[in-house]
């Protein structure tokens, strides 16, 4: 039968004394165990009883030298404990001469399954094969004979077999036709060639410092030319004087030398438990163990990196105890000799393979990763033979070999590119190392570019991963710099790009307090230095203002940030500076993106909240792949800080978000699906206004009929935070520094639940609280204050929610009054802030919603009023709005959308910032006699019956945005609005395009008045690649604008024109034609034409501009 499964990874004992030996080391080495001879699996089986064993002759190729091991296929709920089972090796079936035996107990018995495909993609098979070790030399033979016997338990154990004659090579004895089984096998070695193919085709002995071993070489002096390799290796300081101060072994009485004690005996972990389990070396680095939360990673220390040999080379370096330093080099010659590199094995395009053993992840931890750590602690170990040493060293190739055109990408690819090319750097002796290092420099800005972002951000929605990209990018443009590495200049020069955008992500996750928001698998890291080092490195300035929390560099031109294509909102209140201190400015960290890969969390809309030297609302992060009994999976949606249904998880499914910031208020309304899959849940919505610089405003509803359970979650880093059981109103209770008070409109029908959680933010797991607000009822909505302080000076917040003048609305439209009075705790003598009272309104724009019978009145997104204790208005803003009337009074209007305004009075100071200028916009004017228009003083404005408008000298414009004018014509489920600083309104709505489907949409313009208008196409810079052609009908009589640029073609001779745009251009308003265009409703439509498939049709803005 053809053979499916070869040499995988299963451990054989050089050291016990009933193993015949293969020879000087570095020989066995080189000549590596592969595949001889096997059935593959088998859908019957074999009964292997207690006095009635089993047996299979087989024959292996000619030239075989040894029988290295046989697996075979157990049907492991047949194999009780207390059972065990021998496999003995024989000459023949006649078993005249019995060659070896090896027993493997219940304990020991389970293993992993081996996968099948090119090192970095794969499929699983569900075989596993369970190995028992012999290292017989065949001494000529090619038909030998293995037979399985049992013992123990009910003395019954199975195995895979066939029921017919499947094995041409030999025949089963006392059971099935054929046992399923695998044989790996040496062939006899041809050690000269072995020795002149390592010292001729992997090292470059024409180097100068080689030269020594060239002479012996040459000479044909193999132990010379061992022993000069390995001496050139060890004098290479620069390789281990970074752990300088362990290279001599130093007595630490304190030391914890128990779990290399264990190694010693035999034994490890359980990863779990933390209780000692026997462990084999003969066949067990793919080991499982049932019952633990991660089977394959069930033991400690790991066996797939460098654990076993840190944990043994420590100990000897603690106590000076050479059986320590012995252990750690057999264990680390056992798992290279039984573990070669698949690659090198198969040298085909597929193969099987242990992919725990073998990764793109697991063998750039090997090049060297920490095995620099664990040869300098052995550096001075007299017992190290050369043999051993250059083994190490082949070993550390062997996976820089295994890295070299690996095909995966995000992090694992990073580290794969990084791995490769540093081994290039750090060991030029190798002869493929000029191409380990050009190639990993190459993939390395390869990865980049595809799986980074344009917004800087990695495509795994995980903190820690983005920084381990953004790491060995680093690492790669200062090895530029220093010579060490060429890229072409273009590479360079995007890849520098992109190193500054992952940064500056990095930069603005960053907390007051210098330690990062966690979000996804994530730990809390301290990014300042490397941050401060990439400030110097690419000229920013800002970054390290950061990095040094304002003592150096240049303030970030943003206070608050998003990250439009990764789905990162960061809302914050100021970078220190003008008396502020600057660990006590506040931030709020909101996720709402898709992701691809493995180690983002299911927490759509979920929030971070840091205010006044700590973390108070905090993301999990990852603690463990399963933490203790009572703490909820780390991952779950339901302890992350959103809202969700019935305690699931979310699928990874973000919807839309909408996003503005100004000096007044920061906002964000967000939509998840990821309930979608339930019945009659549509999505999740989440709204919040940061009202600056205090406190937050959060709304939580969802589109549903789904009577059921929701919950509100907040998981606090105080674990003795507490809740007030008829306010519902929760508090943390630290003494000093940052606290936090969140209060709930509609306490009554909530229901409180406390759990205990803990978090990453140390090593040593801090506990947090985790506090569930539970409403069951078919229309969910959370209406939350959240009001950070720093303690004592504790605030009196109050609050009310004051529904609309039309009782008929949907609860989407609500305002509240907040009013904030300083704490009479104030051991300064001075308060924290000044007394205010605040309207906030909750709306949708187009729509003009009343308040207090009349009194007031808003038509917008979300709106706030904020007053002194007096009730003079002290400063105002909007979202998305048209009109704000407060106390009957009109504090600004405007005929069309303004997507952001803020308006602030500041003495004899009017000061108005508008991101997008309309003729018609009119602010009040109040008493202010300066005004200060989008940053500028403007020594005129146009005032008029007591309103400023500040942008009358614009001439009139109907805008058409996505967002509400743009209607979809394509039926998919593909259209996505992204929100996005870089576009008109920022936001704008994209769609893959696929050929000769053409995408398409109308613009809905309602014009006031016939007249001749200049027509305008906004196209933002996105984070996608946009079409390179789209069609924009105009169906009015008027002067097409001139091919070239962006407008690649017109047609159209008399009547409506068609012109092509280039949405490439990325270039902001584009004119496509002046046009006389009537009164009442007008359509343009939009028409992706482009015959290349993935890029994006995008639709912003239009706009008709009055001449």
């Known amino acids: 039968m053809k053979r499916v499964i070869a040499t995988l990874i299963f451990v054989v004992t050089l050291f016990t004394a009933n193993v015949v030996q293969a ?16 059935t593959g699996p088998g859908k019957a089986t074999a009964q292997v009883k207690t006095g009635s064993p089993v047996g299979q002759s087989f024959t ?30 024989y000459d023949s079936p006649e078993k005249k001469r019995k060659l070896g035996e090896y027993t493997i107990d219940e304990a020991t018995c389970h293993v992993d399954q081996y996968v099948i495909g090119n090192g970095s993609n794969f499929r699983e098979t569900g075989d596993r094969v369970l190995y028992f070790q012999f290292r017989k030399a065949t001494e000529g033979r090619t038909q030998l004979y293995f037979e399985l016997s049992a013992k123990g338990g009910d003395g019954s154990v199975s195995f895979q077999a066939f029921d017919n004659d499947a094995y041409s090579g030999g025949k089963s004895y006392g059971a099935a036709a054929d046992i399923s089984f695998e044989c790996d096998i040496k062939p006899i070695p041809d050690r ?108 400690d220390p790991s066996p797939f990196t460098w654990h076993f040999d840190r944990t043994l080379a420590a100990a000897y370096t603690a106590t000076g105890k050479p059986e320590y330093a012995r252990k750690a080099i057999e264990l680390r010659m056992q798992f290279i000799l039984d573990n070669p590199n698949p690659k090198i094995v198969y040298k085909t395009e597929e193969f099987p393979w242990y992919f725990e053993l073998w990764n793109d992840r697991t063998a750039a931890a090997r090049t060297p990763g920490h095995g620099d750590l664990v040869y300098a602690r052995l550096y001075n170990f007299p017992e190290w033979t050369n043999d051993q040493k250059l083994v190490f060293f082949a070993f550390i190739e062997d996976n820089a070999r295994w890295l070299y055109k690996a095909t995966s990408g995000a992090n694992w690819g990073a580290e794969a ?6 081994f290039g750097i750090n060991f030029p002796e190798w002869k493929l190392s000029p191409k380990y290092r050009e190639w990993g420099a190459s993939r390395l800005a390869e990865i980049v570019l595809e799986d980074v972002r344009k917004d800087g951000t990695s495509t795994e929605a995980s903190i820690k991963y983005h920084a381990m990209v953004a790491r060995r990018l680093k690492s790669m443009i200062e090895d530029c710099q220093a010579g060490k590495v060429s890229l072409a200049e273009n590479t360079r020069t995007e890849v520098e790009k992109y190193l500054a955008a992952m940064y500056d992500h990095m930069a603005y996750t960053l907390q007051p307090s210098s330690y990062v928001v966690m979000c996804g698998d994530s730990w809390y890291e301290n990014y300042t230095p490397e941050l401060a080092d990439v400030g110097k490195l690419i000229n920013r300035p800002d970054f390290i203002y950061i990095a040094t929390q304002g003592k150096q560099g240049t303030p970030p031109a943003e206070t608050s940030k998003v990250y439009p294509e990764g789905g990162y909102f960061i809302m914050r209140s100021d970078f220190g500076g003008k008396g502020r201190d600057y660990q006590d400015a506040r931030q709020l960290f909101i996720h709402n993106g898709n992701w691809f890969g493995s180690h983002g969390h299911p927490d759509f809309l979920s929030v971070n909240l840091y205010g006044y030297g700590r973390t108070l609302v905090i993301d999990p992060g990852q603690y463990d792949y399963k933490p203790p009994e009572g703490i909820d999976v780390y991952w779950n949606s339901k302890i992350h800080s959103t809202m969700v249904c019935e305690g699931r998880d979310m699928d990874r499914a973000a919807g839309p978000s909408e996003w503005a910031t100004t000096p007044v208020i920061d906002w964000f309304d967000g939509i998840s699906y990821g309930y979608h899959k339930l019945s009659d849940v549509d999505y999740t919505r989440r709204r919040i206004a940061f009202v600056k610089p205090d406190y937050f405003l959060i709304d939580d509803s969802a589109k549903t009929t789904r009577d059921t359970e929701w919950t509100q979650v907040w ?50 797991y801090p506990k947090t609280k985790i506090i569930r607000l539970h409403r069951k009822t078919a229309d969910p909505r959370f209406i939350a204050l959240l009001y950070p302080y720093k303690a004592p000076n504790k605030p009196n917040v109050n609050w009310e929610r004051i529904t609309p003048d039309d009782t008929t609305l949907p609860n989407l439209f609500y305002s509240v009054r907040v009013r904030v009075t300083p704490s009479t705790q104030i051991a300064s003598g001075k308060a924290q802030t000044g007394a205010g009272i605040d309207w906030a309104v909750f709306g949708q724009s187009g729509r003009s919603v009343a308040y207090r019978n009349g009194l007031h009145r808003a038509d917008a997104d979300f709106a706030v009023v904020r007053m002194d204790a007096n009730g003079k208005v002290k400063n105002f803003a909007w979202t998305h709005g048209r009109e704000l009337v407060f106390n009957k009074q009109v504090l600004a209007s405007a005929k069309t959308d303004i997507y952001s305004l803020a308006v602030t009075y500041d003495g004899p100071k009017l000061i108005i910032e ?45 805008t058409a945005d996505d967002r509400d004018a743009f209607e979809k014509i394509t039926k998919t489920q593909e259209w996505e609005r992204v929100a996005d600083p870089a576009s008109y309104a920022v936001g704008y709505t994209k769609h893959e395009t696929d050929p000769g489907r053409h995408e398409e949409g109308d613009y809905v313009f309602v014009v006031p008045q016939t007249r001749t208008y200049r027509v305008e196409v906004y196209l933002p810079k996105t984070g996608v690649t946009p079409s390179d052609a789209v069609e924009y009908r105009i169906p009015a009589m008027g002067k097409p604008a001139i091919e ?44 992706n034409v482009t015959e290349t498939d993935g890029l994006y049709f995008i639709a912003d803005a239009m706009r008709l501009v009055a001449l």
């Open 715 to 764: 998981n606090l880093t105080d674990p003795d935070a507490k809740v007030d059981p008829r306010y519902k109103t929760i508090e943390t209770t630290f003494r000093d520094g940052g606290n936090l008070l969140i209060m709930s409109q509609d306490p009554e029908g909530i229901r409180v639940e406390e759990a205990k959680g803990i978090t990453a933010a140390s090593d040593a």
């Open 417 to 422: 590119a990084r791995g490769c090319m540093d």
């Open 192 to 299: 000269e060639a072995n020795l002149k193919a390592f010292f001729t085709e992997r090292l470059d002995i024409s180097r100068p410092e080689l030269s020594a071993v060239k002479a012996a070489v040459e000479a044909g002096d193999w132990e010379k030319a061992i022993e000069e390799t390995v001496k050139h290796f060890h004098n290479r300081m620069e390789l281990w004087s970074a752990w300088k101060d362990v290279m001599q072994p130093k007595i630490d009485p304190n030391a914890d030398t128990s779990l290399a004690d264990l190694l010693l005996k035999g034994q490890v972990r359980n990863a779990d438990t933390g209780q000692p389990i026997p462990w084999r070396k003969e066949s067990w680095w793919v080991g499982e163990i049932p019952g633990t939360k991660q089977p394959k990673k069930g033991i």
């Open 60 to 89: 292996v190729p000619a030239g075989t030298g040894e029988i290295y091991r046989i697996g075979v296929r157990p049907v492991y709920d047949t194999w009780q404990p207390g059972e065990s089972v021998t496999m003995t090796l």
């Open 23 to 38: 020879g000087p080391l570095f020989d066995d080495y080189l000549n590596y165990v592969r595949p001889g001879t096997g």
């Open 1044 to 1087: 070239g640029g962006p407008i690649v073609k017109v047609r159209g001779s008399e009547g409506p024109k068609t012109i092509t745009v280039n949405q490439q251009a990325q270039c902001g308003w584009v004119s496509l034609g002046e046009f006389t265009i009537n009164a009442g409703e007008f359509r343009i439509n939009a028409r």
């Open 914 to 958: 508008a991101r997008e200028p309309d003729p018609t916009l009119a602010v009040r004017v109040g008493s202010a006699k300066i005004f200060v228009i989008n940053g500028k003083i403007v020594a005129a404005p146009r005032i008029k019956n007591g309103m400023c408008y500040p942008f009358a000298d614009m001439p009139p414009v109907v």
